[in-house]
Every structure is written in C-alpha cells, then in structure tokens.
C-alpha cells in the first residue's frame, strides 16, 4: 500500500471530502505512486512525532501533469484547463481555495519553477463515516 504525507494545512479539506487528489514528482528507483484500485493511506506528519494518519482511499486515477503556473494552465489526462472555474475547480479538489492560492503555494514550495511535470493521483473522496479519529480508530 503506498502512503502520502501532507502538510497540516491539507487534512481538513481531506477531511472534510474535498481534497480528493495530490500532485507530486516522479519517483525514482524502486519507489512507485499509487496505481488505480489500490488503496492509499494518506497521513501528516510522516516520520515525525506528530504524525495522525487521516485515512484511507481507493486510488482511481494516475496521470502525467503539468502545472503551468505563470500562464494558469494545466495539463492533466490528455486535456487542458485553462479557464478560470475550471482552474478553481481543480484547485479546490486540490485543497486550496482557488487557483490563485495554489499558484501562490507552489512558487513558494517551488521557487523560480515555472513549469511544474509530475503526476496527478486522485483518490476515492472520504466519506464522513470513514474518518479517523486522533487515535487511528475507525
């Protein structure tokens, strides 16, 4: 099973069924990314003290991105978004508010990357009944 740790600020839109994707880098050597109908466990924290398992997902799609971010485009399963809702849309599934706020996350994870290629991983959306409490507990 493969696992992703997030940044504090992403649990409650996991949470709360929203974040239902992440974006990150190619992995090199034996290490892979999740692939279509396996699980993912999904935490905060990982490998450190503080780290809280959120949850658990069914992964349902694996595709090549590309992450435009000075021209707000982006290139994900063969297709582009480019207009503003959809650009929000995206970001919304992402964990931000909109793709302003996302753009704005990544050139200051990122800085001086203006062409972000990765790949795009989308999960089974969290149902309130799957949620885990502070102890892992379901």
Known sequence: MVAYSFKMRFAAPFL???????????RAGRSRHARP???????????????????????????????H?????????????????DLDAFAR???FRNWSEM?????????????????LIRWQPLAPADVLDIAGAA
């Open 16 to 26: 709360a069924g929203v974040k239902a994707q992440t974006i990150r880098a190619e």
């Open 103 to 119: 753009a704005a996350f990544w050139a200051a994870e990122y800085p001086g990357v203006d062409v972000f290629e990765g790949v």
């Open 93 to 95: 599934r992402d964990g």
């Open 37 to 67: 109908g396996e699980m993912v466990q999904l935490y905060t924290g990982m490998r450190t003290r503080q780290c809280t398992k959120l949850g658990e997902c069914q992964c349902i799609a694996v595709w090549p991105i590309e992450l």
């Open 69 to 85: 971010l000075r021209d707000g485009i982006v290139f994900a399963n063969d297709g582009w978004i480019w207009t503003e809702d």
